[in-house]
């Protein structure tokens, strides 16, 4: 099946420094891959599309300079979270989607959780 | 806007058949999927409906009604590893892309 992986899993940082995330489609190819924001016990909130060869789309609310995309090959995209504050702790879990026909389905990395202190 | 709704919390005993239900209010729809997720870990893939209808996948059934704006899970023969948050997610062409919004998620707790 189509395998997505992250690094790190999870992260400690100090406020005011910059953290990158990197998500890799193992298996397949994704045109198109995913970042999204979850808090404890809450849903995934989708924060930005990362597209291969363009700029990402962000959703409404997200800081496009704060949190930086990246999508530089057909296999990975990266989020840098600049200048990291406590509030920026959470879990972020990318996603990769797979276009097959008749089928819209998207596969999740295991997640990372950053903390900063 | 887009709005998902379905139960925050499903208590059932092992053995037992859930449905959790999801209503959805969105633009631009073109199917709805669900997703599990274990504590501490990521969404899982479970099923994807872009046709009214039942699919079936094993224990898991999923349904889909677009004129309704309604889908269910149903989950058979439950077992202890079943408890866990279960999402459902609208897929959307919106500003030119297509993109997933989740439902706030209903917590499973399946008991002995």
């Known amino acids: 099946g189509a395998v997505v992986s992250q690094h790190p899993s999870w992260v400690i940082c100090k406020s005011g420094t910059s953290v990158k995330i990197e998500c890799r489609s193992l298996?397949?190819?994704?045109?198109?891959m995913f970042w999204y924001r979850q808090f404890p016990k809450q849903s995934l909130m989708l924060m930005a599309t990362?597209?291969?060869?363009?700029?990402?789309?962000?959703e409404q609310g997200v800081e496009k300079d704060k949190f930086l995309i990246n999508h530089a090959s057909l296999t990975l995209s990266t989020l840098t979270v600049t200048s990291a504050h406590p509030e920026d702790s959470s879990f972020y879990i990318c996603?990769?989607?797979?276009?097959?026909?008749?089928?819209?389905?998207?596969?999740f990395g295991p997640g990372t959780r950053l903390t900063v202190l | 806007g887009q709005s998902l709704e379905q139960p925050s919390e499903v208590t059932a005993v092992e053995g037992a058949i859930v449905q959790i239900n999801c209503t959805y209010q969105t633009s631009g729809f073109y199917g709805l999927s669900w997703y599990q997720q274990h504590d501490g870990g990521a969404p899982t893939f479970l099923s994807y409906n872009a046709l009214d209808g039942l699919e079936e996948t094993g224990r898991f059934s999923s349904f889909l009604s677009r004129s309704d704006s309604y889908g269910y899970l149903l989950l058979q023969e439950l077992q202890m590893k079943d408890s866990a948050s279960y999402f459902c997610a609208v897929s959307l062409f919106s500003g030119g892309y297509n993109k997933l919004i989740f439902g706030a998620g209903t917590r499973l707790a399946v008991h002995p």
């Open positions: 298996d397949f190819q994704a045109t198109t």
């Open positions: 996603s990769a989607r797979f276009d097959g026909v008749g089928t819209d389905t998207q596969y």
């Open positions: 990362s597209n291969e060869g363009s700029k990402a789309t962000y």
